[in-house]
């Protein structure tokens, strides 16, 4: 098991409204990334957050955003919920913003259903 | 931008058998590594083996083994002597440059759904 947490496990959203998602990083590490997982296809990359800037964006629109703190935990934000954004949010904390030849620890995730 | 390709959606194995699980990628980076990670009903995404693009030699993990062929851009993982607990998603993923060149990102296949069987 990782050191990576995240909070809520489950939440439940009205259409219109906005939410915030909450990951605490793997003890030293300094990089958060998080994914947008559909049911039943591979996570798509939001941003990610490097000592407490976003570092670096996929192709999701600007009521997505993000925040790292000092002690590098994140969240992450979405506004005016829409229908389709009903999926499993990750998070991956890594030590430094180029991991592949360390690793990126991900979190149990949070189930976000919105009605 | 890099792309990963999971041909197979679904596949089943019977427990202590072998299974291939198959894996295309494209990217113009020269140097790289390839992940397999798997998802079990826990949702929580664990490493299972990677392999660096410059290395000849194919990675392996006690019963989980790649076959990477770089000119082919394929990246398959083999599980021997399958276990019920080998039961969950698994997903290919290429830890490619971000746009701006300031870090990584990992971009996954679709994902296949393997079934051990007892």
């Known amino acids: 098991e990782t050191g990576v947490t995240q909070s809520p496990t489950h939440l439940i959203k009205t259409r219109g409204q906005q939410v915030t998602l909450r990951c605490s990083s793997q003890?030293?590490?300094?990089?958060v990334s998080w994914y947008q997982q559909a049911l039943g296809q591979g996570p798509q990359f939001i941003f990610q957050?490097?000592?407490?800037?976003?570092?670096g964006r996929g192709n999701f629109p600007p009521r997505f955003s993000g925040l790292q703190f000092p002690n590098y935990s994140s969240e992450l934000n979405v506004n005016a919920l829409e229908l389709d954004d009903s999926a499993l949010y990750l998070c991956?904390?890594?030590?430094?913003?180029?991991?592949?030849?360390?690793?990126?620890?991900f979190g149990q995730g949070t189930r976000l259903t919105v009605v | 931008a890099q792309t990963v390709t999971q041909s197979q959606p679904e596949m089943s194995v019977q427990e202590a058998e072998t299974v291939t699980l198959s894996c295309t990628y494209d990217?113009?980076?020269?140097?790289?590594?390839l992940f397999w990670y798997k998802q079990p009903p826990s949702r929580q995404m664990i490493l299972v083996i990677r392999?660096?693009?410059?290395?000849?030699q194919n990675a392996t993990e006690n019963r989980f083994s790649v076959n990477f062929q770089k000119a082919a851009k394929s990246f398959s993982l083999k599980i021997s002597d399958s276990q019920l607990g080998d039961t969950a998603m698994y997903f290919c993923?290429?830890?490619?440059?971000?746009?701006?060149?300031?870090?990584?990102?990992?971009?996954f296949g679709g994902g296949t759904r393997l079934m051990v069987k007892p």
């Open positions: 991956a904390s890594s030590l430094g913003s180029f991991f592949p030849d360390t690793e990126a620890f």
């Open positions: 003890s030293g590490h300094n990089t």
């Open positions: 957050y490097y000592r407490e800037e976003e570092n």
């Open positions: 990217t113009s980076e020269s140097n790289y590594y």
């Open positions: 392999q660096e693009a410059y290395k000849q």
């Open positions: 993923a290429f830890p490619g440059l971000m746009n701006n060149n300031a870090g990584n990102m990992l971009t």
